[in-house]
């Protein structure tokens, strides 16, 4: 039998995994549209913390890796996809001349 924890876990990292690469394939469209390095950011930063999101959940589901090896390793994409995030905030857009 399941947990009640397990199952509120997977659907959460469910919809995270839709939810992000929707995100990820809307703005990569965007990017290929405007050639925007703010975009390209924009990207990659939302492409971080859906796979850390996701990547995380499949260590600890399926290779067994502990709760706390797994939520670092989240973490540290989530860290990495904000300062991404951060980064397309204020890079400057190409000049139209």
């Not at 050639?35 to 499949?58: D, E, K, Q």
Request: glycine fraction near 6%; charge should be negative.
């Amino acid at each position: 039998m399941v947990d009640t924890s397990t199952v509120l876990l997977v659907a959460a990292k469910t919809v995270t995994l839709f939810c992000g690469a929707v995100l990820t394939y809307l703005t990569y469209q965007a990017y290929r549209r405007t050639a925007s390095p703010a975009m390209r950011a924009l990207w990659v930063g939302i492409s971080f913390v859906t796979a850390g999101a996701v990547f995380a959940g499949s260590l600890h589901q399926v290779l067994n890796v502990t709760v706390a090896t797994s939520v670092a390793v989240e973490s540290v994409f989530t860290a990495a996809g904000f300062v991404v995030l951060t980064y397309s905030l204020y890079t400057e857009q190409p000049s139209e001349e």
